[in-house]
């Protein structure tokens, strides 16, 4: 190692940036974080990730996936719209 470093041009803050993501402190109940890190290990996705997806499918920012039961659900409004 040197004995001396020139931090004159460094820079403070993360190394790298995360765009269109914000650093935040969120306290959740132990049995929500226990759930979300159980799928985690069951998926093999991260448990954060696992949490943002499932906060997005709450808010409607992302289409949820078409069930069996939606699709019933869906027929039945149609056939209910036509009889």
Same mark, same amino acid.
Do not use: C, W
């Given at each position: 190692?040197?004995? +001396? %470093?020139?931090? $004159?041009? /460094?820079?403070?803050? /993360?190394? !790298? $940036? ?11 109940? @132990? ?8 799928? $985690? +290990?069951?998926?093999?996705?991260? %448990? *954060?990730?696992?949490? @943002?997806?499932?906060?997005?499918? *709450? ?6 996936? #078409?069930?069996? !039961? ?6 039945? !409004?149609? #056939? /209910?719209? *036509?009889?």
């Amino acid at each position: 190692m040197k004995k +001396e %470093y020139d931090f $004159s041009k /460094a820079k403070r803050g /993360a190394v !790298e $940036s995360a765009t269109g993501k914000t650093r935040i402190t969120l306290y959740l109940d @132990n049995d929500i974080l226990d759930h979300f890190r159980t799928r $985690s +290990e069951q998926t093999g996705r991260g %448990y *954060q990730t696992l949490i @943002n997806e499932a906060l997005k499918g *709450q808010v409607g920012l992302t289409e949820q996936a #078409l069930t069996p !039961e939606a699709v019933r659900r869906i027929v039945r !409004e149609e #056939l /209910a719209l *036509q009889g």
